[in-house]
């Protein structure tokens, strides 16, 4: 009787570890550019629960929260809130907003390299040797007037070598003609959100002037051809979200586009974008998607999806775009509070496959064989 109970015990155990296997997804055929993506899963605020996955496109495996398999020994893993993530050179770079760090890992095996301590850090960008990152510069605190600035940091020591002073709550960024673009939010200060671009000069690392735009601005992305596209959130009352570009040779606002975006990606010529709106006044979240053309900057579709998906997509959050195949992958974080899924649509918006993430998953990073 007591074999058999043992038995029995071994058995589920041997289930609960291979319910936790990675999962295999037909492979892509060609991978000799793009070896994979990392996916950052947010995880809910306060909840320590940030996970990163990896998918192999030559084997097919999706690997589920790899980082705390191949980094042990660290305490809390990757830790609270993952709100960026990118990769330059031979390094990844996860941007752990709670936790008030940025997790440097090799970007071939996730191996954690160390941290960097930056308070409230938000967006991250690359240019020259250098990352870029914005900073709120003070606790994760409604009603904090506290200055936000970019970080500058070496990509070889992986020190932080200077700061620049810029708006409330700057969050994303770019650059383009020797210029950085950042979108102070001021979102700690609703319903006086910023509404300022922020444009640094890249050699002196100096504020020289401010864009007016729109309020609560938030993305941020620079175009080959020099325009510079910002997502502002809106006011959630009466400012409805909304897509500007300005032109980086002139520091002027150009266009203006009437789609609300929550985030978006930028490929070649094409800017996709998901919309998901909370109206307090109707207490519902409106969702939309849409392809905008960067030479145009007309809308040229209202449709990312074309297959009846979106249907099954409960709350669309992140959004890629594969620079070879062109495959698009939308995550779904459901209720934010559980495994959320990822889905990668063919380049017509036909779904492919789907698989299960961790919380909140959010952010791509494509890693590209040198």
Known sequence: MMKKHLLIIIAVILCIFSCRKDIVIPPIENFTAVQGFYLLNEGNMGSNKCTLDYYDYETGEYHRNMY????????????DVGN????????????????????????????????????????IIFYEGFAYVTSYAGPIQIGHQQIGYVAKIDTASLQVMAQCLVGFQPDGL??????????????????????????????????????????NLHHVCADKHGNIWISARGDYY??????????????????????????????????YIIGVTWNYETMANEINYAIVDVVSKQIISQKIITDG????????????????TKDIYITDVKNYV????LYCFDKTGKQKWNV???????????????
């Open 68 to 79: 705390a398999g191949v980094n042990p020994t660290v305490p809390k893993e990757l830790g």
């Open 84 to 123: 960026d993530m990118g990769i330059y050179g031979s390094k990844l770079y996860a941007v752990i907003n709670g936790s008030n760090k940025i997790e440097v890992m090799e970007a071939h095996t996730a191996r954690r390299l160390t941290q960097i301590d930056i308070p409230n850090c938000r967006y």
């Open 338 to 341: 559980s495994p959320g899924v």
């Open 238 to 271: 009466h400012t409805p979200s909304k897509l500007y570009c300005i032109d980086s040779k002139t520091d002027q606002l150009t266009d203006s586009i009437n789609i609300a975006v929550s985030n978006f990606y930028l490929d070649e010529n094409h800017l």
């Open 356 to 370: 299960r993430t961790g919380d909140i998953p959010g952010h791509l990073a494509f890693l590209i064989n040198n």
């Open 309 to 324: 998906t979106d249907a099954e997509i409960q709350m669309p959050y992140g959004i890629a775009v594969n620079p070879i």
């Open 174 to 215: 770019a650059i383009a003609n020797g210029k950085m673009y950042v979108a102070n939010s001021g979102g700690y200060l609703t319903p006086n959100s910023e509404n300022t671009v922020s444009v640094i000069d890249v050699g002196s690392f100096q504020e020289v002037k401010r864009i007016e735009t729109a309020k």
